[in-house]
């Protein structure tokens, strides 16, 4: 299931207060810097590859993407159709 548009606006404010720190691109767990190819594909990152595999491994976390497009559209305008 991906993630709701709330979770995703979460997770960029987080990473905002995370740039203000300073602590921005440094693995929550591991405490090592987060890879730039993850940051560039998910820039609200919180984990490594590494600090992501270990939390998954706990059971614990899921992998965060991009969601889809029709989550980010508002729930209640309703869309646009060609008549």
Not at 41 to 54: E, L
């Amino acid at each position: 299931m991906p993630p709701r548009t709330s979770e995703t606006l979460y997770e960029i404010s987080e990473a905002l207060r995370r740039i203000e720190r300073g602590t921005y691109g440094i693995c929550e767990i591991t405490g090592e810097p987060i890879e730039a190819e993850r940051l560039s594909a998910i820039p609200w990152a919180r984990y490594s590859f590494a600090g992501q595999d270990d939390l998954e491994k706990g059971g614990f976390g899921r992998k965060l993407g991009l969601p889809p497009l029709e989550t980010v559209i508002d729930e209640g305008e309703p869309a646009e159709e060609d008549e």
